[in-house]
């Protein structure tokens, strides 16, 4: 029987995109031709605002890229900056660093699976993944004062320490972690409509994966084992032992069971570094990067005068310029800055995941009912706040 061609736009508001994106639908009948998507809704320019700020101001910027994972923003960027200054940053920051890094992933996985399967049906996994991020976000609150846009990295350290009484919530929090995994697989492994939406939908091969750029559990959960953590090891991740999930046949299923598997792994490593915890400053003494005690500041003259400089001009970066790919929760994100020398960038990009991820989304789209567009969007786990920047 002959059919007629027919476009079908998906969004610029649809609540599965969470977010504003737009996708051109090519079908015939219910099955998928052809998925154009149409990005920039949320583009705000964020590249260009940041060669008119300095170094320190621009963190608050990156909070906004990724709003789900504020805190692998900020420290992707800071990496960047230290790698141009060449900046040594103390042990004890490192390891607080890869606690707070591991707190995120865990935070971002579960809002992932709980909004993941709330758009495929099953709702009870969002109220039960939202208790432990409730949790979760009470710490980043102790430690910053924000649950989301947190500001919490500084070039050379952290802004604030980790207090005993959030690392005994943590202690806590990983010692029954496992107990709320197995509630999630319960709810989603024994649910055939889960299954059925999941498993063989949006294959994708590890050589296509590689091809596209993809990174992250959507690579991994094509078998390929690449994680920047254990290829270029930083913050602590050389001091302690985990492993990197992969998955076999590449599907939804199996970039679902990447990310159940990498909050195991997640939880292990705040375990290892709660544990390996050494004492010390968690500032560098770089007094041309790192902000004077506040208490000497109201009280000394050339104290104040430091800390005005460095609000108002920043510190000062070597001419150059570098990249520096740090694995955030929705794979890699990575910074290049461009620097003529002063306190602010010439010039930034941002390798945003979600915008390379969904590079892929024709090819992975192509043939599926149009049911599925709702789980292979899903599945990227895509924020529109990072892929427009």
């Not at 061609?5 to 009948?29: A, I, K, W, Y």
């Not at 806590?172 to 989603?188: D, P």
Request: aromatic share 12%; glycine share 8%; net charge negative.
């Amino acid at each position: 029987m002959q059919t007629d061609q027919f476009l079908l736009n998906m969004g610029p508001q649809h609540p599965s995109t969470h977010g504003v994106l737009r996708v051109l639908l090519e079908l015939d009948g219910e099955r998928i031709k052809r998925s154009v998507p149409d990005l920039g809704y949320l583009h705000r320019g964020t590249e260009k605002i940041a060669e008119y700020r300095t170094y320190n101001q621009i963190i608050p910027l990156t909070d906004r890229l990724d709003y789900v994972s504020a805190m692998a923003n900020n420290y992707a960027f800071v990496r960047t900056v230290e790698k141009l200054l060449q900046l040594k940053v103390p042990e004890r920051a490192e390891f607080v660093r890869t606690i707070v890094a591991e707190v995120q992933r865990i935070v971002n996985h579960l809002f992932w699976l709980g909004t993941q399967a709330l758009d495929i049906g099953a709702m009870s996994v969002f109220f039960y993944t939202f208790r432990e991020r409730e949790v979760l976000l009470d710490i980043f609150e102790i430690l910053c004062g924000a649950r989301l846009t947190t500001n919490y990295y500084r070039v050379g350290g952290v802004e604030s320490d980790i207090p005993q009484h959030v690392i005994d919530r943590l202690y806590k929090f990983v010692e029954t972690f496992e107990g709320h995994i197995q509630e999630y697989n319960t709810l989603l492994e024994t649910n055939r409509i889960w299954l059925a939406r999941t498993k063989n939908i949006a294959v994708i091969t590890g050589e296509d994966a590689i091809n596209f750029g993809l990174s992250g559990p959507t690579l991994r959960g094509s078998g390929v084992p690449y994680d920047l953590r254990k290829f270029e090891p930083y913050g602590a991740y050389d001091q302690v032992e985990f492993d990197v999930p992969v998955g076999q046949n590449g599907d939804i299923y199996d970039r679902y069971w990447i990310r159940i598997e990498e909050m195991r792994q997640s939880a292990k490593i705040i375990r290892q570094c709660l544990d390996k915890l050494p004492n010390g400053p968690i500032m560098t003494d770089d007094h041309k990067v790192s902000f004077p005690e506040k208490g000497n500041v109201m009280h000394n003259m050339e104290t104040l005068i430091h800390h005005f400089l460095l609000v108002v001009h920043g510190f000062n970066v070597p001419p150059g310029d570098t990249y520096c790919g740090t694995e955030t929760p929705k794979g890699e994100l990575g910074f290049y800055i461009v620097s003529d020398g002063s306190g602010k960038p010439y010039r930034m990009k941002i390798r945003a995941p979600s915008f390379v991820n969904m590079g892929a989304f024709d090819f992975m789209a192509k043939g599926y009912m149009i049911a599925d567009i709702i789980t292979i969007f899903g599945t990227y786990d895509i924020v529109m706040g990072e892929c427009d920047r």
